[in-house]
């Protein structure tokens, strides 16, 4: 749980950090949506992953920004802090991103279990919960060698994508990669894109998750506002690259709907999506594909199970949440109650059992999520001006246009592609009302246990010495 240094050593180089760009990036979306997305968008599907590139890299650029202003404290909670000085909000965007996450793993155990049917013939909900339960087994034990074992999935992962992609090359150019779902071509009717593209664009947008975690590597990286949009920058045109490759074969080689079909869950002993483009490229490499996905999957699973619970552990710190789950077990020096806590959240999350669901709402989440980081950085850009702290007067300096492009964006993700009905207890209730719902139990869980709030921050600032300075600061919200 950290040492006793005050600082972290600036040691990680250019190519180390786009590496681990790459590896932060690539993981279980591409395996876990890309057939529910095929099933939206037909053969043009790799425009749907051009364009969330794009979105991803203005997203990336602001935390970057955000990063070299506030280097020791990247975190979501910290920026709408210093944005807003309300400590609601700020507490509104740690419950956020808590929920997220734990809505991504759910979505990423259903992901695993699409893959899993090939080998047994289990019900998905009984799979997905089984794993949860026993990564977070794993978290308990320990994650020390977390950084080896997510390089190894990574190189298992790029590996079996690039089979993928090498395989299925001979069959690109057997169909017209601008034809939709239903045989119609992209540009024929312009109102398709905000019929399909930009649903599916709001469905694997969760496959680009995890740029953001270079920002927070900001005070290891060697000249990090020179390094670090370069690495992003990098890493994400490498990251989308592999994707629209991997999509282009996928649909050249299995039509859009079996890509769609082979992506439930529910239908016993059939292969993943693309297991199943694998397998009809090359017969007998399927099953050497859904090791792979279930590899990728397990992967990062356990480490949206690590965050969340470390996220727990930091708000239980600062008293945001019960102290309880800030302890740690004596042997493993893990948060042990916060593990627990979000092993039951995630397993209740899963039941929902509805992968596109799961995906949706996790994707939801990040839009809203995203949204306010960009909305902070112009916040705060805006207050430094008006109060003088910054004699650049630039308009492009203050409306940093990726934080501009990308809060349109999000924002307008967020409220236009969530609208669809569910079915929950049997009322029929819009996605986007249900999610925000969901979202908004910040607001009795922050007031519940608020209380003495700014006694606390000012006990715990109080209290500082040189042996605990590092933990203080690594984890509160912010100091003014």
Request: net charge neutral; aromatic share 12%.
């Amino acid at each position: 749980m950290g040492g006793d240094n005050l600082s972290l050593e600036r040691s990680v180089s250019l190519r180390q950090a786009i590496t681990y760009g790459v590896s932060v990036i690539i993981g279980a979306g591409i395996f876990t949506l890309i057939g529910l997305a095929a099933g939206i968008t037909g053969n043009y599907l790799w425009l749907a992953f051009v364009i969330a590139g794009i979105v991803a890299a203005l997203t990336a650029f602001t935390y970057a920004h955000l990063s070299s202003k506030f280097p020791k404290e990247a975190a979501e909670s910290v920026y709408l802090l210093k944005a807003t000085n309300n400590r609601g909000i700020a507490f509104f965007a740690g419950h956020l991103s808590f929920i997220t996450a734990l809505f991504s793993a759910a979505t990423v155990a259903y992901g695993f279990a699409s893959y899993f049917k090939l080998f047994f013939d289990l019900p998905a909900v009984i799979v997905s919960a089984g794993l949860i339960i026993i990564l977070s087994i794993v978290n308990l034990l320990g994650i020390q060698e977390s950084m080896k074992f997510n390089i190894l999935m990574t190189v298992i992962t790029i590996f079996g994508l690039g089979a993928i992609i090498i395989t299925g090359l001979p069959f690109v150019g057997s169909v017209n990669l601008f034809e939709g779902i239903n045989g119609g071509l992209l540009f024929d009717n312009f109102s398709t894109l905000g019929i399909t593209l930009f649903p599916a664009i709001a469905l694997i947008f969760f496959a680009f998750l995890g740029f953001e975690e270079l920002a927070n590597i900001s005070e290891e990286i060697k000249n990090p506002k020179k390094s670090l949009p370069i690495a992003i920058l990098v890493s994400l045109t490498i990251a989308t690259i592999i994707y629209i490759l991997v999509s282009i074969v996928a649909v050249s080689v299995v039509p859009p709907a079996a890509l769609a079909a082979a992506a439930n869950p529910n239908v016993p002993l059939t292969q993943g999506p693309l297991a199943l483009v694998a397998d009809t490229a090359l017969p007998g490499m399927g099953w050497v594909l859904s090791i792979v996905a279930l590899c990728a999957t397990a992967s990062t699973l356990l480490a949206l199970l690590v965050v969340s619970s470390r996220i727990l552990y930091g708000m239980g710190e600062q008293n945001l949440l019960p102290k309880i789950l800030f302890k740690t077990n004596n042997k493993t020096h893990t948060p042990h109650y916060a593990v627990f806590l979000v092993m039951i959240v995630a397993v209740i999350f899963s039941l929902i059992s509805d992968l596109e669901i799961l995906g949706n709402i996790s994707t939801l989440g990040v839009f809203l999520l995203f949204f306010l980081a960009h909305i902070s950085l112009l916040m705060i850009n805006i207050k430094e001006t008006t109060h003088g702290f910054t004699y650049d007067r630039s308009l492009l300096k203050i409306f940093y246009p990726p934080a501009v492009l990308g809060a349109l964006f999000c924002g307008g993700m967020f409220l236009t592609q969530y609208w669809w009905n569910i079915n929950f207890f049997g009322i029929e209730i819009p996605l986007i009302l249900f999610a925000v719902l969901v979202f908004l139990t910040a607001v009795p869980i922050y007031y519940l246990f608020s209380k003495g709030l700014n006694t606390t921050f000012n006990h715990l600032e109080a209290k500082t010495t040189p042996n605990h300075t590092h933990q203080v600061k690594k984890r509160r919200f912010a100091s003014n």
